[in-house]
Structure formats: C-alpha cells, structure tokens
C-alpha cells in the first residue's frame, strides 16, 4: 500500500461492526447528529460493515452507540398514533365540493350585489371600532375577481385532501376554517387603527398549510431515534418556503400577505396541537 494511503487509513478508527448496512447507516446516524464525520467501510468478514471515526471523536462516539444500543434493547414497540395512518380517513370529496359552491354562490351573489364585500369583507374598522365580529369569518367567501377564486379553489383542493387524509375531513375542514378565521382577526388587530381591508380564501388555504407543518413537526419530535435538529423542523421549514413562494408579494400588489402569514402561524399551532392531543388520546386509550 502507498505511504499517503497507508496515511490515510490511520486516520480513521473502527468503532462498531454490524452484520448488515442498514444497520450500519442507522448507527451512522447517531454520530452525523453528533456533528461528527463517520465512514462506513466493508468488514474483513464477507457481509460484515465497520463504522469508522476520527480517532479524537471514537471514545465519544463509541459511548453514544453503545448508549443507543442500550436504549434500542429496552424500549418497546412505540403503538401507532390514531390517524398515523392515511387509510384511516378519507380525503374529504364531499367536504371539499361542500366548500367550493359555496364559494362559487357567494361569488356569483357578489356580481349581482357589489356591496356584499363592503358589507363582508374582513375589516380593521369593523371588527374592532364597530364590533362587527362576523367580518374574520365571512371574508373567507368572497372574492375579487375570477382568477382569485380559482387559484383559491385549486389550491384548496390540494391542502384541503391533505389536511383531510391526516386528521379527517370533519376536523381538518374545521380546523382550515378556523385558521382563516383567527388569521384574519390577528391581521385585523395588527393594522388597527390603519382601515385594512381583506378577501378572499387564501387565509384559510395557508392556514392548512400550517396544519400540515404543525402535524409533521409533533410527528418529528415524537421519533425516537435521535436526529439532527434540521430534521426535526424540516415539516416548518418547508412550509415557509412554501408561504414565502406561494403566499408572498411585491408592495403594491393587492395580497393579503399579512393574511397569509398569520393563516399559516395559526394553522401550525392548530395542527400541533391536534396532533399532540390524538397522540395522549391514543396512549390513554391503550392503558390496561
């Protein structure tokens, strides 16, 4: 072997073997979330897989894997959580065509009588200085123009059926409504005392979105393997980029980015808390 190789293999110290590469790669895992660098090499014996380290981080990695073998023997099988599982609920058709005529009534209502979104829409003013509560709610039925309720309708359908197969189409489509509803209501109390007008179901459509987030970060906080904290926010960091792409815009174009925003903070609450509490159901449930 040449002297730079030779080198470089002394760099690096064997730390475990394990039979098969998946559970190499498991245990491999647990030292990338230390922050260290790790090899997996194939073993002198034919199927056999070595971890390897740098020899400053093996004594702190082999006492991690060590602890982690330890913890892996002693616990048991973690019960599936109630609606883990899409089978268990439906994507909410119904709900969802539900939902959609009445957004195409109110819209064609809106053609035939132009005050209805005065008289509607979500308002600073009217929420709080004229105590016309109902405004947060109502907002989320009408729109501008047809292109607006379009883009609502489709995207809703698709956060809508996702919602829906997490934690059923009777919960979830309440809880979208919900989020829109208490969205438009921060943005009320935000802009107050500025008159700020709003319409439109995009609150609600970004407020499943947060649901999703919500759901999927309990979801990771909940695995018991250890993993880096990227990861683990990985279900919110994706959801934001999806409001900066879908929800954002330029000044002075028109959209309820405050709307947006709110919608979705308030549907990752929502889900989480939704999920959390399915979870401590779900293990009460199965108490002897």
Same mark, same amino acid.
């Given at each position: 072997?040449?002297?730079?190789?030779?080198?470089?293999?002394?760099e #690096?110290?064997?730390?475990?073997? !394990?039979?098969?590469?998946?559970?190499?790669?498991?245990?491999?895992?647990?030292? &990338?979330a230390?922050?260290?660098?790790?090899?997996?090499?194939?073993?002198?014996?034919?199927?056999? !897989?070595?971890?390897?380290?740098?020899?400053?981080?093996?004594?702190?990695?082999?006492?991690?894997?060590?602890?982690?073998?330890?913890?892996?023997?002693?616990?048991?099988?973690?019960p599936?959580?109630?609606?883990?599982?899409?089978?268990?609920?439906?994507?909410?058709a119904?709900?969802? &065509?539900? #939902?959609?005529?009445?957004?195409?009534?109110?819209?064609?209502?809106?053609?035939?009588?132009?005050?209805l979104?005065?008289?509607?829409?979500?308002?600073? =003013?009217?929420?709080?200085?004229?105590?016309?509560?109902?405004?947060?709610?109502?907002? *989320?039925? /009408?729109?501008?123009?047809?292109?607006? =309720? =379009?883009?609502? &309708?489709?995207?809703g359908?698709? !956060?809508?059926? &996702?919602v829906s197969?997490?934690?059923?189409?009777w919960?979830? #489509?309440?809880? =979208?409504? /919900?989020?829109?509803?208490?969205?438009?209501?921060?943005?009320?109390l935000?802009?107050?005392?500025?008159? !700020?007008?709003?319409?439109?179901?995009?609150?609600?459509v970004?407020?499943?979105?947060?649901?999703?987030?919500?759901?999927? *970060?309990?979801?990771?906080?909940?695995?018991?393997?250890?993993?880096? #904290?990227?990861?683990?926010?990985?279900?919110l960091?994706?959801?934001?980029?999806?409001?900066?792409?879908?929800?954002?815009?330029?000044?002075?174009?028109?959209?309820?980015?405050f709307?947006?925003?709110?919608?979705?903070?308030?549907?990752?609450?929502a889900?989480?808390?939704?999920?959390?509490?399915?979870?401590?159901?779900?293990?009460?449930?199965r108490?002897?």
């Amino acid at each position: 072997m040449p002297e730079t190789q030779q080198a470089d293999e002394e760099e #690096w110290v064997d730390v475990a073997r !394990f039979p098969n590469l998946d559970e190499a790669h498991e245990n491999a895992l647990v030292a &990338l979330a230390m922050g260290e660098a790790i090899r997996v090499d194939h073993g002198d014996v034919p199927g056999e !897989f070595e971890l390897r380290v740098e020899p400053a981080a093996a004594p702190r990695v082999t006492e991690e894997l060590r602890e982690y073998a330890a913890e892996s023997e002693v616990k048991p099988p973690r019960p599936p959580l109630v609606s883990q599982s899409w089978s268990h609920h439906p994507a909410g058709a119904v709900h969802y &065509l539900v #939902w959609a005529t009445i957004l195409l009534l109110v819209f064609r209502q809106q053609s035939q009588d132009p005050t209805l979104a005065d008289r509607y829409a979500s308002s600073s =003013i009217g929420l709080i200085a004229n105590g016309e509560w109902w405004r947060p709610f109502t907002a *989320l039925f /009408l729109h501008g123009d047809g292109g607006h =309720i =379009i883009g609502n &309708l489709a995207s809703g359908a698709v !956060f809508g059926a &996702l919602v829906s197969k997490s934690i059923g189409p009777w919960k979830g #489509w309440a809880m =979208i409504l /919900l989020a829109g509803t208490f969205g438009n209501a921060t943005t009320s109390l935000v802009t107050y005392p500025e008159a !700020f007008l709003s319409l439109g179901a995009s609150t609600a459509v970004f407020g499943a979105l947060g649901i999703l987030s919500g759901i999927g *970060l309990v979801e990771n906080f909940r695995e018991e393997l250890r993993m880096p #904290w990227l990861r683990v926010l990985a279900p919110l960091l994706a959801g934001l980029v999806l409001l900066g792409w879908l929800g954002g815009a330029a000044p002075g174009e028109g959209i309820d980015v405050f709307g947006h925003v709110f919608g979705f903070s308030v549907g990752v609450l929502a889900g989480a808390a939704c999920r959390y509490f399915d979870s401590a159901e779900a293990a009460l449930m199965r108490r002897p």
